[in-house]
């Protein structure tokens, strides 16, 4: 579980805080989940830092956490039996943080439970937005005092296993396979920069064969095709030298 260095600048101001969140961190390598807690640690997380599925389970039995960050190859049971098992039992936060890249990789991981699924090495600034983003809508889905469900907020979604996309309005659009791919990739990281290369090799099969301009024009078409279909604008953000962001509930 790598977070790369990332120029913090003034090590006494983190540029994203994570304060009050109780962040639990489940990686096998030592040096490597030293590093994840230091990080998270520094921008203000309470932090456990966990190197097996067993004593995560075995915390879990007496104590709470908000969100796992969990690696994939762990020994014993890996990340995604892991996820599969959280998702199951509790609503927790669970952002996978691996090696693994692949777009058959990122896609399992998903649909095993994880709510965000980030490739090392992450820039720690992307790991804590992640965690921010994961934070509010968790925090939007919390019951209230009182006990009742908090009303929820309307908000974009990928529906029928990613191949449509609902509108705040109810309203939808069926995606083609490059477009479910992008909006994949783009929305497990709500309010992080995804960068362009991410993005083309989750619309392709081939993405040392895909001009990158490609990106641009299926991003403006999508664009088109959701206002014609929903009368919304798409919230996506084209940042130069960065690749795109969700803005869908960005604070």
């Not at 980030?118 to 919390?142: C, E, I, N, Y």
């Not at 795109?244 to 509930?249: F, I, Q, S, V």
Request: negative net charge; charged residues 20%; hydrophobic residues 45%.
């Amino acid at each position: 579980m790598a977070v790369k260095e990332d120029g913090r600048g003034d090590p006494a101001a983190p540029q994203t805080t994570l304060e009050g969140l109780h962040v639990w961190v489940v990686e096998d390598d030592p040096e490597l989940l030293a590093l994840s807690v230091d990080e998270l640690r520094w921008r203000g997380a309470q932090v456990r830092g966990l190197d097996s599925a067993e004593a995560l389970y075995r915390h879990l039995a007496v104590e709470r956490c908000d969100i796992v960050v969990l690696d994939i190859g762990l020994p014993g049971e890996d990340g995604y039996a892991v996820a599969r098992h959280l998702r199951s039992m509790a609503e927790i936060g669970i952002v996978m943080l691996t090696g693994r890249g692949s777009t058959h990789d990122m896609t399992h991981g998903l649909a095993q439970g994880a709510d965000v699924y980030l490739v090392k090495p992450v820039a720690g600034d992307l790991l804590a937005a992640a965690l921010v983003s994961l934070r509010r809508r968790l925090h939007r889905g919390a019951p209230s005092a009182t006990g009742a469900p908090a009303p929820s907020v309307p908000s974009w979604q990928l529906q029928s296993d990613g191949w449509s996309l609902q509108a705040p309005n109810g309203k939808a659009l069926a995606l083609t396979g490059a477009e479910r791919g992008f909006l994949r990739a783009l929305m497990v990281t709500s309010s992080a920069p995804v960068e362009r290369e991410t993005l083309i090799a989750a619309v392709t099969d081939t993405p040392w064969d895909f001009d990158p301009h490609r990106l641009d024009v299926l991003v403006h078409r999508l664009r088109s095709r959701v206002q014609s279909a929903t009368g919304l604008v798409l919230p996506v953000r084209a940042l130069r030298g960065a690749g795109y962001l969700w803005t869908d509930g960005a604070a």
